[in-house]
Nanobody
Framework: VQLQASGGGLVQAGGSLRLSCAAS????????MGWFRQAPGKEREFVSA????????YYTDSVKGRFTISRDNAKNTVYLQMNSLKPEDTGVYYC??????????????????WGQGTQVTVSS
């Protein structure tokens, strides 16, 4: 599957952004999907993930209550709604696909396909 992330930008602290990740292929609805981010000089870290039908969602502690992951299988798209953004949310955000329906965990190595990333910058 090929993934194309979009929706990043520059926003002030407290603001919101919605990231989108469009997937190619007819098997999107059978994939678990995830979002990761990477800040300058840091390792890529897990942000959120969602099972094939949206029935199970997962978040890293730092974004719980602020970010919401969702998906529209009819549109082959997964979203990340980010509210109450903080400067520490700054980074390149990547969407990723796992070829099986359930989320495999939070390790980047468990995901099979990656998008190109979209930059999110939160100013203080």
């Amino acid at each position: 599957v090929q993934l194309q992330a979009s929706g990043g930008g520059l926003v002030q602290a407290g603001g919101s952004l919605r990231l989108s990740c469009a997937a190619s292929g007819r098997t999107f609805s059978s994939y678990a999907m995830g979002w990761f981010r990477q800040a300058p000089g840091k390792e890529r870290e897990f942000v959120s993930a969602i099972s094939w039908n949206g029935g199970r969602t997962y978040y890293t502690d730092s974004v719980k209550g602020r970010f919401t992951i969702s998906r529209d299988n009819a549109k082959n798209t997964v979203y990340l709604q980010m509210n109450s953004l903080k400067p520490e949310d700054t980074g390149v955000y990547y969407c990723a696909a796992h070829r099986l329906p359930e989320v495999p965990g939070t390790r980047a190595e468990s995901f099979d396909s990656w998008g190109q990333g979209t930059q999110v910058t939160v100013s203080s």
